[in-house]
């Protein structure tokens, strides 16, 4: 098997047992992209050939990401006082930052974007399809094994119903971009029209948009609030930022926006129980719920260390130091639900300034990929990720999508794909790097390659 196609498997299996978040999935995760980046570095440094655009540009980001694990692995010898858990945290770290370092490595042309997009569109199409027909079905099984939590509600392989919610959120923001970068432009006559669309109904396109609808069923059918809110919440403001943005847009593109609004909330909605949601979201309460107390008392764990952080990963040992007395549940809190506050204590400020930076500069860009890139494949992808990003920021200041290894990864790949949708080129990379010619053996070259030089 192909690196690349070692990275799509793994692209597609994240989600599938139980999110990754079990004591053997996220390490086989982490030991796989570590494989996959060491063998395509090994492959660079042997070659002597050309990295990726896009990894060059954001070599500021990654390395900030790999000092945060350096600052882990000092807060797992010196400052933690769950040690075992801090040194798990920075193995996971490590997974993380390979994996965004390796998918701007790998995706570094148009066909690797698509295929990416599709790979993750049909795992998330799985998911959204198998836990409807749980529900549906009444048989309510998650990961070969009877739900025992969420009940009559589609969870997928998650265990979470929110989790699911914020995978499909980044996976619909994805398949969106990808759909309007194929926005078609009838032209000609009557005929021609008649002749372009049904060309367009023979097309991948109409079965990327059903796989879309399907998985708008799954989220409204997660009964997720902020799943809910934030996709679409983050489809109006992304949406806004293209009609904007993006030059020599079609009638198309609007109309498509528009009908994503339209259709999913009207139509698909109503019959899939986008009221239960809304009942759901009028229902909730302060009093009702801890989650606001436990996010409060998580910042006030923060302040007691407000630069060195408690350790990362050690926020459950920890909380009970520093839980109220009026969180009344008895259940045991490993996270809180906001990962803007359990980063921030866990990591310390400056660490967090770190992440919160590499962010905010991949959100930058993949708006920009909007704005200034004339390839309609790349101004897709920065709409996708634009949107992806958005939604998982929202969702994430109520939940903890965020400490659920198959939405990291998901996550790492929109931070990625915004730096390659601003920077990758515009044409197809003419061949791949295990294909180039060697710097030190170019003198070597005859004129009967047939091969195209990159511009």
């Known amino acids: 098997m192909t690196r690349w196609r070692a990275y799509l498997l793994l692209l597609f299996v994240l989600p599938l047992p139980f999110g990754g978040y079990t004591d053997w999935a996220w390490p086989l995760y982490t030991a796989i992209t570590s494989s996959l980046l060491l063998l395509e570095l090994r492959l660079h440094t042997q070659n002597l050939t050309t990295l990726p655009v896009a990894f060059v540009r954001s070599r500021w980001l990654w390395v900030g990401l790999l000092l945060i694990q350096l600052w882990v692995a000092a807060q797992a010898l010196w400052i933690s006082s769950a040690h075992y858990d801090t040194w798990m945290y920075l193995f996971k770290g490590f997974?993380?930052?390979?994996?965004?370092?390796?998918t701007l490595l790998l995706v570094h042309s148009q066909n690797r974007i698509q295929q990416a997009i599709w790979t993750i569109v049909l795992a998330a199409a799985f998911q959204a399809s198998y836990g409807s027909l749980m529900v549906l079905t009444g048989w309510e099984y998650g990961f070969f094994e009877a739900k025992w939590a969420y009940t009559g509600t589609a969870t997928g392989t998650f265990v979470n119903r929110n989790h699911i919610a914020g995978y499909l959120e980044m996976a619909l923001a994805l398949g969106i971009g990808f759909l309007l970068a194929q926005s078609t432009v009838?032209?000609?006559s009557l005929r021609q029209r008649l002749r372009q669309a049904i060309q367009v109904l023979l097309s991948s396109k109409v079965i990327l948009r059903?796989?879309?609808?399907?998985?708008?069923?799954?989220?409204?059918?997660?009964?997720?609030?902020?799943?809910?809110?934030a996709f679409?919440?983050?489809?109006?403001?992304?949406?806004?930022?293209?009609?904007?943005?993006m030059r020599h847009k079609s009638k198309s593109t609007t109309?498509?926006?528009a009908s994503l609004l339209v259709i999913d909330i009207a139509i698909v909605g109503t019959f899939f129980g986008v009221d239960k949601v809304a009942e759901r979201l009028q229902n909730s309460s302060v009093d009702?719920?801890?989650?606001?107390?436990?996010?409060r008392d998580s910042f006030l764990m923060w302040q007691q260390q407000p630069f060195r952080g408690i350790g990362a990963g050690s926020f459950q040992t920890t909380f009970p130091k520093y839980k109220s007395p009026d969180v009344v549940d008895s259940n045991v809190y490993n996270h809180t639900h906001n990962d803007y506050v359990q980063f921030l204590a866990e990591f310390g400020a400056p660490a967090f300034i770190v992440m919160l930076g590499v962010v905010l500069?991949?959100?930058?860009?993949?708006?920009?990929?909007?704005?200034?890139?004339?390839?309609?494949?790349?101004k897709g992808a920065g709409f996708g990720a634009t949107m992806g990003i958005i939604a998982i920021g929202i969702h994430s200041a109520v939940d903890?999508?965020?400490?659920?290894?198959?939405?990291?990864y998901m996550f790492m790949f929109l931070l990625a794909l915004a730096n390659i949708a601003r920077w990758a080129e515009h044409g197809p990379r003419a061949h791949s790097s295990a294909q180039r010619t060697p710097k030190r053996a170019k003198h070597h070259v005859t004129h009967a390659t047939t091969e195209t030089p990159n511009p």
């Open 400 to 408: 903890f999508n965020l400490q659920i290894p198959a939405n990291v």
């Open 361 to 378: 500069v991949s959100l930058w860009r993949a708006i920009r990929a909007m704005s200034v890139r004339r390839n309609e494949l790349l």
């Open 288 to 295: 009702t719920e801890s989650r606001d107390e436990v996010t």
């Open 95 to 102: 997974g993380y930052a390979g994996f965004f370092m390796l």
């Open 186 to 188: 009838y032209r000609g």
């Open 210 to 229: 059903l796989l879309l609808a399907i998985m708008v069923i799954a989220l409204v059918m997660t009964r997720s609030r902020m799943g809910n809110t």
């Open 232 to 245: 679409f919440a983050s489809m109006m403001i992304a949406g806004a930022l293209a009609l904007v943005l």
């Open 255 to 257: 109309i498509l926006l």
